[in-house]
């Protein structure tokens, strides 16, 4: 091999090329002793260092010693290896080092490695510090020369060099200086892309997107270095400030990277440093606040400083003297009032965020702020929104300044009558715009993608930002001024509603203004409240066919129907709710799922007020859910979680939140009402299936807890005096054994479960609440309907209805836990899946016996509210 590349190195390149890329193959696993020797090293390093070497044979001879160098021995030996190479010659020969770009970065790796290894304090003569501090100088000057290198070797090479460090020395910190430079060279944009970045076109998105992932690493190993060195670091950072001010031909990337660099350094500051501005932190956070940098145009620029200027609020927070320029900064031509609008959304976001955090300090800046904000607030109301004002994120769509100054306004510091007029001031505008864009709208028409849309959305937006600096006790009892003046806010939106109820783009804008109004208007939203409901309840009706279908008879509950009108209820199905009549229809779980969060809230604010309201608008709820949920709504396998599915299961976890909600506020009493009993079957059977079989654990505790309420309310200890004729029977003949008994030994009931022990624990209790109501009546049949049909043991009974008698929960639940893991045993895996033979599972079943009892009773003429 060293005959051939002696002969062939200058006669045929190729040839000696070959031979030593095939020596380079066999390093790996061969005696380094047969080419770390007299005959090849030599060789190697004379194709390397020869000024007329030729570039193939050079690289040949680059990736033998590269082999070399990383051939695994023990440290001492390693370290032995490299202080037998010539490499310093190469870096002496700076021309040489950019030409082996891989040999230096290589060596210098593994020397690290060995460093890592052994230890920097130089115990004796193998310690490798002195060849470190040898190579790292070419190290440094490759990485700012050449292009050849990849930047992922340079970087892992210098964080493990920035992680092996404790207290850096004077040396080591000029080190990191220059790693620190590289790091900013390598995150700046590239000029040629400036324009696309500013209008972030396609093209701007694209170099936008590789910038991220490019400097994930390098920002990783900057915020090391923070940490580390923090003096180091932010010297650097003031020179680079004081580079972009002094030079007026500082660049748009120059001075990107140099914010960038800055904000990463706020991220690793502790608390403690952030709050006193220790080392030059607090000149620094000054230059920054108060010196107007180059290229703030640019949208880059203008959003990284905001940000930069976010990240230091703490410190502001703990200087006041600073607030003025953190104001300035985000209200001048820096912030909210920069021309480019993803700038200037993003601005007021920020802004929001500020005042968040540091509202009580700009309480005395208030007319200030106003004052700055007027022209902006004046702006949203006169523009003509289209599509392409709101590219922006969706979590800065302009109503943020609203919600800043609302946040503000609403501060105790602010004396009522400052409040009222400010209040005025910004809703009086845009209650004016909203009314003309909807007199224009109701006498042209409008489109749901229109322009006239996305302004009452704005608008919407605007007033809901706005309000949430108001709570219920400034609103009413304060300043009840405010209350009047948005409560009549209220009133001109729901116009918008009731003019066009089928956009729902609004409608959900609406819906979540109408929540805020909930919390702060209190009981006086109560005059509202039917135009609302009305309203909202509208958009998700039934179809036409269903309209008039009465509510089912008292004298059908909790009853069975006869196999000819179950047939009858077949064809009813196929044809309406299944079929050809329902495919116009709006039924839209979304819109229900909507529609019942609203009344959530009314129900757990107001409780027992809204009773008369819930009585009203129980049948159109009750009729939509029965209808919706009657479909195989939850099919398994794959390809069944879609977001219809997915919708679906979402309302029926707010319907049986709805119906908890109604039994613990003291409502269930709504459910006997003369136009809603007629729902009460198909709503108890819909409760006992999720009760017994329904994935959601969690969601079966809750069913469990309604039916304990509602055995509570609605059942006493004489028969006679029971308020609902039947109920009784179904609670101790369905509930008691299908859900406490069967349900529990199904093989799907896991105790190991923390959830499943919460479920576990509900059921217990519901047979001590089922004992104390229903007494004897209870006992004889859950004993020997359940517990003997299961196989239970006669001591075992006994001892259960002795723990049933005490008061002792805690003592009930465990004997019970014990009682149901040994019936499992003695079935010994004979005992069948509950759902299976206890309870059938389809949940058309229920809807047939609704709608059967809807068919034979089809002469009375019951009408639907809001139907």
């Known amino acids: 091999m060293v005959r051939c590349c002696v002969l062939y190195h200058s006669l045929d390149t190729f040839l000696a090329a070959a031979a030593l890329d095939t020596m380079r193959r066999y390093v790996t696993w061969i005696d380094i002793a047969l080419v770390a020797n007299d005959a090849f090293v030599p060789l190697l390093f004379e194709l390397i260092l020869a000024p007329d070497s030729i570039e193939q044979l050079r690289a040949a001879a680059v990736g033998c010693v590269l082999a070399i160098l990383q051939k695994r021995m023990v440290p001492r030996q390693k370290v032995a290896l490299l202080r037998s190479l010539p490499v310093s010659r190469v870096f002496a020969d700076p021309n040489l080092v950019i030409k082996v770009p891989y040999l230096v970065t290589g060596y210098a790796a593994e020397v690290l490695e060995c460093c890592k290894k052994l230890g920097f304090t130089d115990i004796d003569s193998s310690t490798p510090v002195e060849l470190l501090e040898e190579a790292l100088p070419s190290v440094f000057y490759v990485m700012q020369e050449s292009e050849e290198v990849e930047l992922g070797n340079v970087v892992e090479f210098l964080s493990d060099y920035v992680i092996t460090m404790r207290t850096p020395l004077q040396k080591q910190a000029v080190y990191l200086g220059h790693i620190l430079e590289f790091i900013r060279v390598q995150i700046c944009y590239d000029p040629a892309h400036r324009n696309n970045l500013d209008i972030l076109d396609r093209i701007g998105r694209e170099e936008e997107d590789q910038m991220g992932e490019r400097r994930k690493d390098l920002l990783v190993l900057f915020c090391s270095i923070c940490r580390l060195a923090p003096d180091v670091t932010q010297l650097f950072i003031q020179n680079l400030l004081i580079r972009a001010l002094s030079s007026s031909e500082a660049s748009v990337e120059e001075v990107e990277a140099t914010f960038t660099l800055f904000y990463r350094l706020g991220e690793t500051v502790n608390e403690e440093a952030m709050r006193t501005g220790s080392g030059l932190l607090r000149e620094l956070v000054q230059m920054l606040l108060s010196s107007q940098f180059p290229c703030l145009s640019h949208r880059m620029v203008a959003l990284i400083y905001l940000e930069t200027v976010m990240r230091f609020m703490k410190f502001v927070q703990d200087n006041p003297q600073y607030i003025p320029y953190v104001l300035a900064a985000f209200l001048d031509q820096r912030g909210i009032h920069h021309p480019n609008l993803n700038v200037s959304r993003r601005a007021g976001y920020l802004f929001m965020r500020a005042v968040k955090l540091m509202k009580s300090k700009f309480v005395p800046y208030l007319d200030m702020i106003l004052r700055g904000l007027q022209d902006t607030i004046t702006q949203f109301t006169t523009s003509d929104w289209c599509s392409k004002n709101l590219e922006c994120s969706v979590s800065e769509d302009g109503s943020q300044i609203f919600e800043a100054i609302g946040l503000l306004i609403g501060m105790e510091d602010v004396s009522p009558e400052k409040q009222s007029d400010y209040v005025a001031a910004f809703l009086r505008p845009l209650c004016q715009k909203l009314n003309e864009v909807l007199l224009d709208s109701k006498a042209q028409g409008l489109e749901e993608s229109s322009a006239k849309v996305l302004t009452l959305q704005q608008i919407i937006m605007a007033l809901n930002a706005l309000s949430k600096g108001f709570n219920a006790r400034l609103a009413t009892s304060i300043c009840p001024a405010i209350g009047i003046m948005f409560k009549q806010a209220l009133s001109e939106v729901l116009e918008i509603l009731i003019a066009f109820p089928n956009i729902k783009i609004l409608r959900n804008k609406i819906t979540s203004f109408i929540h805020r109004m909930v919390d702060i208007l209190g009981g006086s939203i109560f005059p509202c409240l039917p135009v609302v409901l009305k309203q909202l309840l509208m958009e998700s009706e039934v179809p036409s066919s269903h309209k008039l279908l009465p509510f089912l008879p008292v004298s059908c509950a909790f009853g069975d129907a006869s196999r000819d009108v179950l047939e009858e ?114 709503l108890m059977q819909l409760l006992l299936l999720a009760a017994c079989s329904h994935k959601d654990v969690l969601l079966r505790k809750l069913c469990v807890q309604i039916f304990m309420k509602l055995i509570k309310d609605w059942c006493t200890n004489c028969n006679v005096d029971d308020k609902v004729p039947g109920f009784r029977s179904f609670i101790i003949e369905k509930f008691a054994t299908d859900c406490c008994l069967y349900s529990v030994l199904d093989k799907s009931f896991e105790f190991h479960d923390a959830n499943t022990l919460l479920l576990f624990g509900e059921i217990v209790l519901a047979q001590k609440v089922m004992y104390e109501k229903l007494g004897s009546d209870f006992i004889i049949h859950f004993v020997s309907k359940g517990l003997q049909a299961a196989r239970c043991p006669h001591e075992l009974t006994e001892q259960y209805y002795q723990k049933l008698q005490a008061n002792d929960i805690k003592a009930l639940k465990s004997f019970y836990q014990l009682l149901v893991e040994n019936l499992r045993q003695q079935q010994n895996g004979s005992l069948e899946s509950f759902v299976d033979v206890h309870y059938h599972r389809d949940v058309s079943k229920i809807v047939k016996v609704y709608i059967a009892g809807v068919l034979s009773s089809k002469r009375k003429k019951s009408p639907i509210l809001f139907v």
């Not at 129900?603 to 195989?632: C, H, M, N, Q, Y």
């Not at 506020?665 to 079957?681: I, K, M, Q």
Request: net charge negative; glycine share 6%.
């Open 569 to 682: 209820t077949s064809q009813y199905l196929k044809h309406t709710v299944y079929g050809h009549e329902a495919k116009g229809s709006n039924f839209a779980p979304k819109d229900m799922v909507d529609f019942l969060v609203l009344v959530n809230q009314l129900i757990s604010k107001f409780s027992t007020s809204v009773e008369g309201i819930l009585e009203e608008i129980f049948p159109a709820i009750a009729t939509r859910l029965i209808v919706i949920l009657s479909k195989d709504a939850f099919p398994s396998g794959p390809g069944c979680n879609t977001e219809e599915v997915r919708e679906l299961q979402e309302l029926q976890r707010i319907l049986y939140t709805f119906l908890h909600l109604m039994a613990n506020h003291n409502l269930s009493s709504v459910f006997l009402a003369p136009n809603c009993r007629g729902y009460l079957d198909a």
